[in-house]
């Protein structure tokens, strides 16, 4: 066969292959919807479980979900974009940063269980935290701070040499060049990484399992030290070890189905600062 030939069949491989991701990514959201949406309303939103979280709402553990991720981001964001700038922009490309680099891709693969037992150990025990907000988003923060610093790193490279030459030949310092240069136009690229963590972080249960979620807590928090419910551990909770689980079938869908929008919700916008960075990025 000829490479024109070749080049047409991997092409309808890889087309059928997407869409068989995508038929298979739309069967499961449309299985969710389906059996979820019939509980979807203003109570179910807006008030807490009630007889044995067989009726009533998820609205603390809707709450208590966007605590921690907000926590998590707030942890994770900031350290993660400055450890990529000092490995890309001030470390060179010596031992040691290819040390960090090697460490980081290990860290991003351990188990989010071993998060978990760690932020237990450390913020909950050793510096007497508790089970709280702050503890549940240090530890979630940990968990993916690989991902933001990778995923900041590749942005900074992908930026040319040439901006900074030049900038620097124009008599700016390597600070200004990094905040008034680099960091505009590497921005909307480390948004993906900020995308990617919140995705990650809204579904997590084993680290918040031993760090933050409640069983059963039908109130709101009033500090960053209190406990809160969470819509992962919920959705566990009332799937596997319920009074009822008949019952609570249902409201785990619908419970599913709304951590699904939360975090469809929480990547829009993270996208559409992704583009308005990138416009203004274009405009200058």
């Known amino acids: 066969m000829s490479k024109k030939t070749n080049q047409g069949i991997a092409f309808w491989i890889f087309r059928l292959l997407g869409l068989i991701v995508v038929g298979i990514l739309i069967w499961i959201l449309g299985f969710i919807v389906w059996n979820g949406i019939g509980v979807i309303n203003w109570d179910f939103l807006t008030k807490a479980p009630t007889d044995g979280m067989t009726g009533g709402g ?39 940063v290819r040390f960090i680099r090697i460490m980081t891709n290990n860290l991003s693969g351990i188990p989010s269980i071993i998060f978990g037992l760690f932020g237990m150990a450390l913020f ?91 069983y059963f807590l039908p109130k709101l928090p009033t500090s960053i030290f209190d406990q809160v419910m969470a819509l992962p551990y919920h959705l566990y909770v009332i799937a596997t070890s319920g009074t009822d689980l008949e019952a609570t079938r249902p409201i785990a869908y619908g419970t599913a189905l709304v951590l699904i929008a939360i975090v469809l919700m929480m990547n829009l916008l993270a996208s559409l600062l992704r583009r308005y960075f990138g416009k203004k990025v274009k405009t200058n």
């Open 58 to 96: 998820i609205f603390p553990a809707i709450v208590g979900t966007c605590c921690l991720v907000v926590g998590s981001m707030v942890v994770a964001f900031p350290i993660g974009v400055m450890s990529a700038i000092y490995t890309t922009e001030y470390a060179g490309n010596g031992k040691i």
């Open 124 to 214: 909950v025990n050793a510096l007497g935290w508790g089970d709280s907000i702050i503890a549940g988003s240090f530890t979630l923060g940990l968990l993916v701070l690989p991902l933001v610093i990778r995923t900041t790193e590749e942005a900074l490279m992908a930026i040319p040499d040439s901006f900074r030459t030049g900038s620097l030949a124009l008599g700016a310092t390597k600070l200004q060049t990094i905040r008034r240069v680099v960091l505009p136009m590497a921005f909307p690229n480390i948004v993906t990484g900020l995308i990617l963590s919140i995705g990650r972080v809204s579904g997590e249960t084993a680290p918040i399992l031993f760090t933050v979620a409640a």
